[in-house]
């Protein structure tokens, strides 16, 4: 199978590359206007194809994907395989007030009309993200990841900073085996970008602690979940996320807390950070057998 990226997920080749794949080659470019144009450099005709492509916050992420995927299917690919490690506009799975709209519902709309072969996406955020995407998308998760990355020094007790994160929280303990026990926090946010951890429901005197999330955006959730667990008395506390965002100075804020380690993975690229360690992503899709 080959493989062809856009430019959100060009930071993929070189393990894509180290483990035998084949990429793809088209160019884009933009006319005077900044009209964007995409070319073939390469026969896809019959062939078996899989674009891997993310969703930023910038739209033209979406259009790259979706010109990408029209580009080789009227080059004759045979069948098309749509691998999304990112989602962006998730998190607007629902209008949260009046006057707002399921805009990442729409986005997964989008997608599915695409018809592709097989569509593999990531730790999507929300149970209405997945409905819209229909039963043939298959959901990969980054668990199995930081389940091997602290299989050494496991967790006595997992805790899911909101509500959302309780179900990965579990799935987490299974996979590890070594029966780490689950806390969870309650949570509010009066406003987007932040929150506020009002309860802890569990206990962490003494133990030591992973905090288990789907994504770190600007880490107001976690600097919350950080300082309730210290005041709880936890020993020594992680943070494991698969999508690494960390808008505005999420990375300086985190690395002030009192954390050993935060894992994250590179479906989106990251820089470089004494306390990140990244792990990759690409060995799921391979395991997914697409």
């Given at each position: 199978?080959?493989?062809?990226?856009?430019?959100?997920?060009?930071?993929?080749?070189?393990?894509?590359?180290?483990?035998?794949?084949?990429?793809?080659?088209?160019?884009?470019?933009?006319?005077?206007?900044?009209?964007?144009?995409?070319?073939?450099?390469?026969?896809?005709?019959?062939?078996?194809?899989?674009?891997?492509?993310?969703?930023?916050?910038?739209?033209?992420?979406?259009?790259?994907?979706?010109?990408?995927?029209?580009?080789?299917?009227?080059?004759?690919?045979?069948?098309?395989?749509?691998?999304?490690?990112?989602?962006?506009?998730?998190?607007?799975?629902?209008?949260?007030?009046?006057?707002?709209?399921?805009?990442?519902?729409?986005?997964?709309?989008?997608?599915?009309?695409?018809?592709?072969?097989?569509?593999?996406?990531?730790?999507?955020?929300?149970?209405?993200?997945?409905?819209?995407?229909?039963?043939?998308?298959?959901?990969?998760?980054?668990?199995?990841?930081?389940?091997?990355?602290?299989?050494?020094?496991?967790?006595?007790?997992?805790?899911?900073?909101?509500?959302?994160?309780?179900?990965?929280?579990?799935?987490?303990?299974?996979?590890?085996?070594?029966?780490?026990?689950?806390?969870?926090?309650?949570?509010?946010?009066p406003r987007p970008?932040v929150a506020l951890?009002?309860?802890?429901?569990?206990?962490?005197?003494?133990?030591?602690?992973?905090?288990?999330?789907?994504?770190?955006?600007?880490?107001?959730?976690?600097?919350?979940?950080?300082?309730?667990?210290?005041?709880?008395?936890?020993?020594?506390?992680?943070?494991?996320?698969?999508?690494?965002?960390?808008?505005?100075?999420?990375?300086?804020?985190?690395?002030?807390?009192?954390?050993?380690e935060i894992l994250?993975?590179?479906?989106?690229?990251?820089?470089?950070?004494?306390?990140?360690?990244?792990?990759?992503?690409?060995?799921?899709?391979?395991?997914?057998?697409?």
């Amino acid at each position: 199978m080959k493989f062809f990226l856009t430019d959100s997920t060009k930071h993929l080749r070189s393990s894509l590359v180290r483990r035998g794949c084949t990429i793809g080659r088209y160019n884009s470019s933009a006319f005077a206007d900044r009209e964007r144009r995409y070319l073939l450099r390469e026969e896809v005709t019959g062939q078996s194809i899989a674009i891997i492509a993310s969703v930023l916050p910038a739209p033209e992420s979406l259009f790259d994907l979706l010109a990408l995927h029209r580009l080789l299917l009227e080059n004759g690919a045979a069948e098309i395989t749509l691998i999304v490690p990112y989602l962006g506009y998730a998190r607007q799975d629902r209008p949260g007030k009046k006057g707002e709209a399921g805009v990442g519902v729409m986005v997964a709309e989008l997608l599915r009309l695409t018809k592709p072969a097989k569509m593999i996406v990531c730790d999507v955020h929300g149970e209405r993200i997945r409905k819209a995407f229909g039963p043939s998308a298959i959901e990969l998760s980054a668990l199995p990841l930081f389940a091997a990355a602290v299989a050494k020094r496991p967790p006595e007790v997992i805790v899911a900073p909101d509500a959302g994160s309780v179900h990965r929280a579990w799935r987490l303990a299974e996979l590890l085996g070594s029966c780490p026990e689950v806390a969870s926090i309650d949570k509010v946010r009066p406003r987007p970008n932040v929150a506020l951890a009002k309860r802890l429901q569990g206990d962490v005197r003494g133990k030591k602690v992973l905090i288990i999330d789907d994504m770190i955006d600007t880490g107001g959730t976690l600097v919350e979940a950080v300082n309730l667990l210290v005041e709880n008395g936890a020993a020594t506390i992680r943070i494991a996320a698969t999508h690494g965002i960390f808008s505005r100075d999420a990375g300086e804020r985190l690395s002030r807390l009192p954390v050993s380690e935060i894992l994250i993975t590179n479906t989106l690229p990251q820089a470089r950070h004494p306390k990140v360690r990244c792990l990759d992503i690409v060995p799921l899709f391979h395991q997914s057998r697409f």
